[in-house]
């Protein structure tokens, strides 16, 4: 299973909208719905913010949400806030374990 | 609340052991299945290990076969990873994650523990 690919940093000013992408291939994240987000603070527990590409636990904003589109998996946070600035990870599941992409930074501005 | 508590990091040489634990809290451990997740310096997370939530099924990532061995003690409520044969490449932050039940995602994480192997 390769890895999954995201830009290295993404960045955006308070209140704007940003999209970071996830990109796979025609065998994996195209063929599956097990595609989670999680956003890391460093030094803290990671967080789980989407699963099955856009599903949001229980306690998440409703900022955040999942897609997917072929074989790149999307994660759009609206309304920026300060606290966002973090890494973040997508992970997809297929064959009994999780496959993370190398992450990116998000800097709000 | 669940809580996922990592111990044992530390520095160690190459060639050498370490026996890593998380311990768990706010929730029926002995029901659910869990996993070590590690990052190292400056890289993505890797997946390293699972555990099925009596023991039966593991599974390990090719880079740790037959170094690794993930186990748990329910009556414990805790996991470990026993690392031996350690190597430059292992260096990282190890995280216990616990795998959800409802969906193919893992849910809760600790604050991970470090290991340094170096001589």
């Known amino acids: 299973q390769s890895a999954l690919t995201q830009p290295a940093s993404v960045s955006g000013s308070p209140g704007q909208s940003i999209t970071i992408s996830c990109t796979g291939t025609?065998?994996?994240?195209?063929?599956?719905?097990?595609v989670s987000w999680f956003q890391h603070h460093p030094g803290k527990a990671p967080k789980l913010m989407i699963y099955?590409?856009?599903e949001r636990p229980s306690g998440v904003s409703n900022r955040f949400s999942g897609s997917k589109s072929g074989n790149t998996a999307s994660l759009t946070i609206s309304g920026l806030q300060a606290e966002d600035e973090a890494d973040y990870y997508c992970?997809?599941?297929?064959?009994?374990?999780?496959?993370f992409g190398g992450g990116t930074k998000l800097t709000v501005l | 609340e669940v809580q996922l508590v990592e111990s044992g990091g530390g520095l160690v040489q190459p060639g050498g052991s370490l026996r890593l634990s998380c311990a768990a809290s706010g929730f029926t451990f002995s029901s659910d299945s869990m996993n070590w997740v590690r990052q190292a310096p400056g890289k993505g997370l890797e997946w390293v290990s699972y555990?099925?939530?009596?023991?039966?099924?593991?599974y390990y990532a090719d880079s740790v076969m037959g170094r690794f061995t993930i186990s748990r003690d329910n009556a414990k409520n805790s996991l470990y990873l026993q690392m031996n044969s350690l190597r430059d490449e292992d260096t990282a932050m190890y995280y216990c994650a616990r795998e959800s039940k409802a969906a193919a995602t893992v849910d809760y994480w600790g604050q991970g523990t470090l290991v340094t192997v170096s001589s």
């Open positions: 992970s997809l599941y297929t064959s009994g374990s999780p496959v």
């Open positions: 025609s065998s994996d994240v195209h063929g599956y719905n097990y």
């Open positions: 555990i099925s939530s009596s023991s039966n099924t593991i």
């Open positions: 099955d590409v856009s």
